[in-house]
């Protein structure tokens, strides 16, 4: 079956009347147990939480908090192995108590480059490289806090299975999950819990766009460029000749389509015909077969312009991640965990510090959105960005959920949530997080006939011939990416 097929198949399928919502079958006492475990560890969550902020490392370089993360899971008694599917930075942690279901829990890690910003309300950078503008320092540590809890409980309960932490590094380009899914770290894993740090608390599942990523590096000849422009090439003639003709192919292209692209290297000096350039492209579709159409066009403009200015060129990908395959069964789960959970308040100084942050931006939606749960939706309209999450959800039945990290209003990628996710209130929204995960996490353990119903729904929507292409391809990770 091929992508557009499957990808109809799922649309068909969005109004699929999703498992009659199960009893929560754990008992009131262990979820107040769990809820405790996890306010017993807030301040450890603060702690681990604000130093990987401090690390902020890019993709596969995050040595410092994937050795972190490492560290806390093996003092709460995890086994780890870590070095796994060809990425020095990525880990699979696990907590194993005799045969039962596998619930695994991702945990991402990786920072922005160019995002430096220090916890203020104003733009201030801190002069680094980096910054935690997607909140991935406090999403490795909810998932690892949350495993953490859960096999408290299982310890306690004597529960059977194997709770699992997956270390998944450079979620930010890298597609790390997607070369994990394909060297089959997730084959024997029953239901995948993922949150995102956001600015509500949400646990509605929707689709996200598919993308492929890469590098388009040209060559040419260096001269003179007053004295002997004529015996140089410009490769970068050639980049801005490509990004042209991309750029006039935008009206040709399906309208749910995203290009974008940044010149990573343009030469060095104006009086030097630049011998080498750089583009680092990115195209998006909800339908993975339509980004593979347009990636093919893509690289033909780059082709076309190396041929007219003389110059030729190389591709390298980087990343290729699927879109999200949602789970209503398992929404459910999460949505009325999540309530379990509370919901957040914020001190006077955490809302002056919000108020403040809020001034910067261009729309101030009430702070005290922060303490209430958005309705759950499934939603099938394939908005926003991309995730590496979405391999994992092809394969195993997935579930995530958001809470309110970030100030009400900031965009993503931002230097608000820089700062709100070395702040206070990054870290309470990481608490909460936290505590919704470990009591999904458990509630499943004890609910067989949940998962059997997630996988059936799983399988529904992706259609019965299917089988997992990874749009990253054969090659290894891209571990030099960000260098
Ligand atoms: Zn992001
Ligand atoms: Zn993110």
């Known amino acids: 079956m091929n992508f557009k097929t499957m990808t109809a198949m799922a649309l068909a399928l969005s109004a699929y009347s999703t498992?009659?919502?199960?009893?929560?079958?754990?008992?009131e006492a262990q979820k107040a147990a769990i809820v405790q475990t996890v306010?017993?560890?807030?301040?450890?969550?603060?702690?681990?939480?604000?130093?990987?902020?401090?690390?902020?490392?890019?993709?596969?370089?995050?040595?410092?908090?994937?050795?972190?993360?490492?560290?806390?899971?093996?003092?709460?008694?995890?086994?780890?192995?870590?070095?796994?599917?060809?990425?020095?930075?990525a880990f699979v942690a696990s907590f194993k108590n005799g045969e039962g279901p596998v619930i695994g829990i991702l945990a991402e890690f990786d920072a922005l480059p160019g995002l430096s910003q220090a916890v203020s309300p104003v733009e201030e950078t801190l002069?680094?490289?980096?910054?935690?503008?997607?909140?991935?320092?406090?999403?490795?540590?909810?998932?690892?806090?949350?495993?953490?809890?859960?096999?408290?409980?299982?310890?306690?309960?004597?529960?059977?299975?194997?709770?699992?932490?997956?270390?998944t590094p450079a979620e930010e380009g890298g597609s790390a999950k997607a070369f994990m899914v394909r060297d089959g770290?997730?084959?024997?894993?029953?239901?995948?819990?993922?949150?995102?740090?956001?600015?509500?608390?949400?646990?509605?599942?929707?689709?996200?766009?598919?993308?492929?990523?890469?590098?388009?590096?040209?060559?040419?000849?260096?001269?003179?460029?007053?004295?002997?422009?004529?015996?140089?090439r410009s490769a970068l003639d050639a980049v801005e000749s490509m990004n042209y003709m991309v750029n006039m192919m935008r009206e040709h292209v399906h309208e749910a389509t995203r290009i974008h692209y940044v010149i990573t290297d343009g030469g060095k000096a104006p009086n030097v015909v630049p011998n080498f350039a750089e583009v680092y492209y990115y195209v998006r579709h909800g339908d993975p077969m339509?980004?593979?159409?347009?990636?093919?066009?893509?690289?033909?403009?780059?082709?076309?312009?190396?041929?007219?200015?003389?110059?030729?060129?190389?591709?390298?990908?980087?990343?290729?991640?699927?879109?999200?395959?949602?789970?209503?069964?398992?929404?459910?789960?999460?949505?009325?965990n999540l309530r379990y959970s509370g919901t957040l308040s914020w001190t006077p100084e955490e809302n002056a510090f919000a108020t403040e942050i809020q001034k910067t931006l261009a729309?101030?939606?009430?702070?005290?959105?922060?303490?209430?749960?958005?309705?759950?939706?499934?939603?099938?309209?394939?908005?926003?960005?991309?995730?590496?999450?979405?391999?994992?959800s092809w394969v195993v039945p997935t579930v995530g959920l958001s809470t309110a990290t970030f100030v009400p209003g900031s965009a993503g990628h931002s230097w608000q949530n820089v700062a709100a996710a070395g702040h206070s209130i990054g870290?309470?929204?990481?608490?909460?997080?936290?505590?919704?995960?470990?009591?999904?996490?458990?509630?499943?353990?004890?609910?067989?006939?949940?998962?059997?119903?997630?996988?059936?729904?799983?399988?529904?929507?992706?259609?019965?011939?299917?089988?997992?292409?990874?749009?990253?391809?054969?090659?290894p990770p891209q571990l030099d990416y960000r260098k």
């Open 19 to 27: 498992a009659p919502a199960f009893a929560a079958d754990l008992p």
């Open 39 to 89: 306010e017993g560890d807030a301040e450890q969550i603060g702690s681990t939480a604000l130093a990987i902020w401090g690390f902020a490392e890019l993709g596969y370089q995050e040595t410092q908090s994937s050795a972190l993360l490492q560290s806390d899971l093996r003092n709460a008694g995890f086994e780890i192995t870590a070095g796994v599917a060809g990425q020095p930075t």
């Open 127 to 167: 002069g680094g490289h980096a910054g935690h503008g997607c909140g991935h320092n406090l999403f490795g540590t909810a998932s690892s806090y949350a495993a953490i809890a859960v096999r408290e409980w299982m310890i306690a309960n004597n529960i059977k299975g194997e709770i699992r932490l997956y270390g």
């Open 185 to 232: 770290l997730f084959n024997d894993v029953d239901v995948a819990l993922h949150w995102h740090p956001g600015s509500s608390n949400d646990a509605s599942q929707g689709t996200t766009k598919a993308n492929v990523s890469g590098k388009f590096r040209f060559y040419g000849t260096s001269s003179h460029a007053s004295g002997a422009p004529d015996r140089g």
């Open 290 to 336: 339509t980004v593979l159409d347009v990636v093919e066009r893509v690289k033909k403009a780059a082709e076309g312009a190396a041929l007219g200015t003389g110059t030729r060129y190389e591709f390298q990908q980087i990343g290729g991640v699927y879109s999200m395959m949602p789970n209503g069964t398992l929404m459910e789960v999460m949505d009325r």
């Open 363 to 392: 729309t101030q939606p009430p702070l005290s959105s922060v303490g209430e749960i958005r309705p759950a939706r499934l939603s099938f309209d394939g908005g926003g960005g991309s995730t590496d999450v979405s391999d994992v």
């Open 427 to 475: 870290v309470k929204g990481t608490v909460l997080a936290t505590k919704a995960l470990a009591l999904t996490a458990a509630e499943l353990f004890v609910s067989p006939e949940t998962i059997t119903a997630a996988t059936a729904e799983l399988h529904e929507r992706r259609g019965a011939d299917f089988v997992y292409r990874p749009l990253v391809g054969d090659g």
